[in-house]
């Protein structure tokens, strides 16, 4: 089995700032592409390659960092001058090998809540 466990969710008002982090645990051979997506917005926010090539969406552009520990299959995303409309559900996704073989699946953290209001 593989999960996703996010983290650093919450509330905070706005030009405030928040990290998130996900951690990927269970049997895996390799990590490709790891990313977070807002539920609301149907948004791809941000994705991150093996070899931390980042990709934004231009809603978060300048605002948003991600990056990632491939050591400990760990990605973040530090989330900097939070607007309300950042308010969302976010999920961590990541495609993952479990073995040497075999392609890329994707897997899906449980979300974490993001509030920004003052």
């Known amino acids: 089995q593989v999960q996703l466990v996010e983290s650093g969710g919450g509330f905070v008002q706005p030009g405030g700032s928040l990290r998130l982090s996900c951690e990927a645990s269970?049997?895996?051979?390799?990590?490709?592409?790891m990313g977070w997506y807002r539920q609301g917005r149907r948004e791809l926010v941000a994705t991150i390659s093996s070899?931390?090539?980042?990709n934004y969406a231009d809603a978060v552009k300048g605002r948003f960092t991600i990056s990632r520990d491939n050591t400990k299959n760990t990605t973040y995303l530090q989330m900097n001058s939070l607007k309300p409309e950042d308010t969302d559900v976010y999920y961590c996704?990541?495609?993952?090998?479990?073995?040497?073989?075999?392609?890329?699946?994707?897997?899906w953290g449980q979300g974490t809540q993001v509030t920004v209001s003052s």
């Open positions: 996704n990541a495609h993952l090998q479990r073995r040497r073989v075999g392609a890329p699946v994707g897997y």
């Open positions: 269970g049997t895996i051979f390799r990590i490709n592409d």
């Open positions: 070899g931390g090539n980042a």
